[in-house]
């Protein structure tokens, strides 16, 4: 019902009484120049015309309608008017000016509004209707265009609507500037949180996402610049780079380092655009190369860099340059908005786990930490002919106590995340370790990591996906042995969990709900996950990311020993 809505009537007493008293004083203008009191029809015509804005001031289309019918009207009555009047020569514009004031009543009423636009369209209109009119109009044999007069009056009042316009719009931008420095706290708040719902309520997506906005730029790059490889990247903290997303090579170990000597760390200090005739690998590229580094600038605040190189000399002369850094400084924006989003995500998110954990530590886990109390104080009362009711009341005591670790894995599972110093392989090691020890199984680990960081909301995706996998095998896969592999080496990551149990086929509903859990979070962090049986028996489950560093060593080495 948005449109009836819309259309219901909301009359302002102003803005009618505005209309009546210029409908009124161009009506007597109107009589007192032709001296006719027929020419009085085009007066009430007009009122006809603006009766709909009257009654329908927020109508989306009525009330624009009606603004335009007016103006039609008033430039064939003014013409007519101006036509019938007695007076010639310069002074024949007279019965003209009897009518249009009232030009004022649509064209005010659009500025007050804020719709300029429909206030310029408005006059134009006039303008248009004037001429058109004068052009089929005769006055004692001749066109009534040609008379000086009327369009002297047409051209002064027109000039004047538009004047108004322009000085309400002026006024309408310096009010919001003043206001804009003014405290509104709880108003802008609404406004945030209402956009932050609506943005919200679009994920998963690539709306608020860094990679996608970041892989959407790069594509955007290569039309305006030759782009052999690219990458954009951001900041993690410690004064290092991360790479959000690459094009052109598989896998580019790129200059991440800030204090070193290279353009990007110029780039980043000058906030200017860098063209450098190196490549910004940490392995050098052979050959002829140009590279061109650009900073994403939000302000005053550099957010990342763009890198794009080309495998020839000077890709990137001035006017090119000037291209990419059109594209470049909008997208600046959204990745800020991308990544602060990305950064409030994750911190509501750690805090919603906090105090899942604090009310399951303070709520269920004391209560069953009670009744085991109470199931050890009635074993130590029991007499001895009730030997069936002891084994019964063993049996509740052993089921409580895997309850309870029920709970504090998940408890532990909650609380942990990667930290910032310890890192993603760390984080894998002890969760398996904790959780293995708990059920009885033999973890095996297998640890690679490189210095270098993946972006902190893949690195907490990932831990995630291998909490589930762990967490699937030690409940639903019967398994004595689990083998935890994680290689990190940004911006290739590789997570396989595997187990000896009786593998994916005989697990339970909801160990498979756990493995769409985990789709979704790979899908999340543009990962590829793996399920797959393992031999003799168990199950692989293996979430990878980008390319890996080995396949690209072993092509280099295959394409060395074709050229020999």
Not at 88 to 111: I, K, R
Not at 288 to 312: F, H, K, N, Q
Not at 456 to 467: D, N, S, V
Request: hydrophobic share 45%.
């Amino acid at each position: 019902m948005p449109a009836s809505t819309s259309g219901q009537p909301q009359t302002q007493p102003l803005a009618v009484a505005a209309r009546a008293v210029l409908l009124a004083l161009v009506a007597a203008l109107t009589l007192f120049a032709t001296r006719d009191a027929d020419q009085l029809w085009w007066i009430a015509l007009l009122g006809v015309a603006g009766l709909p804005a009257v009654l329908a001031p927020q109508h989306r289309l009525l009330a624009p309608i009606s603004r335009f019918a007016e103006v039609v009207v008033l430039g064939l009555a003014a013409s007519q008017v101006a036509a019938d009047t007695q007076l010639t020569g310069v002074t024949g514009g007279l019965g003209a000016s009897a009518v249009l004031p009232y030009l004022a009543v649509p064209v005010t009423v659009t500025a007050l509004r804020r719709r300029f636009r429909e206030g310029a369209a408005l006059l134009a209109v006039a303008a248009a209707t004037l001429l058109a009119s004068a052009a089929f109009t005769e006055v004692g044999g001749d066109p009534q265009l040609g008379q000086l007069g009327y369009l002297a009056v047409c051209a002064q009042w027109l000039i004047l609507a538009g004047l108004g316009l322009y000085t309400a719009g002026t006024l309408q931008r310096v009010i919001r500037v003043r206001n804009a420095g003014k405290p509104q706290p709880y108003a802008e708040a609404t406004r945030l949180l209402t956009q932050l719902r609506t943005v919200a309520r679009q994920l998963p997506g690539a709306t608020l996402d860094p990679g996608g906005i970041s892989e959407h730029l790069l594509e955007e790059l290569r039309v305006v610049a030759k782009t052999d490889r690219g990458a954009v990247l951001s900041a993690s903290g410690g004064g290092r780079l991360v790479v959000l997303a690459q094009i052109g090579a598989d896998r580019v170990d790129w200059e991440t380092t800030l204090d070193a000597d290279s353009a990007i760390a110029d780039a980043w200090a000058s906030q200017q655009p860098t063209v450098s005739a190196r490549s910004q690998a940490r392995s050098r590229h052979s050959g002829e190369v140009s590279a061109l580094i650009v900073p994403l600038v939000a302000g005053v605040r550099t957010v990342g860099l763009v890198v794009v190189e080309a495998d020839s000399a000077a890709a990137y002369p001035p006017p090119v340059v000037s291209r990419v850094t059109a594209l470049t400084g909008p997208a600046a924006l959204r990745l800020e908005a991308a990544l602060l989003f990305d950064e409030v995500r994750s911190l509501a998110t750690n805090e919603e786990r906090q105090r899942l954990a604090r009310e399951i530590h303070d709520g269920v886990a004391q209560e069953l930490v009670m009744v085991g109390y109470g199931i050890d104080n009635a074993l130590a009362t029991v007499h001895e002919d009730a030997e069936e009711t002891a084994e019964s009341l063993r049996t509740l005591r052993h089921e409580v106590t895997r309850v309870i670790t029920e709970l504090r894995l998940s408890l532990f599972e909650l609380r942990s995340e990667v930290d910032r110093h310890g890192g993603l392989a760390a984080a894998i090691a002890e969760y398996a370790r904790t959780v293995g020890a708990a059920g009885g199984l033999r973890v095996n680990l297998s640890l690679d990591e490189s210095t270098a960081r993946l972006p902190a909301a893949t690195e907490a995706e990932l831990l995630r996906i291998a909490q589930e996998a762990v967490t699937n095998a030690r409940k639903h896969a019967g398994a004595s042995n689990l083998w935890v592999t994680c290689e990190v080496d940004p911006p290739y990551a590789r997570i396989e969990v595997s187990d000896d149990g009786h593998g994916i086929g005989d697990q339970r509903p909801e160990g498979h709900y756990g493995l769409a859990i985990m789709a979704e979070r790979a899908e999340r962090i543009r990962g590829r996950l793996e399920i797959r049986p393992r031999q003799p028996s168990g199950t692989t489950v293996a979430v990878v990311l980008g390319s890996s560093p080995r396949r690209d060593k072993v092509r280099g080495s295959t394409a060395a020993a074709e050229g020999e």
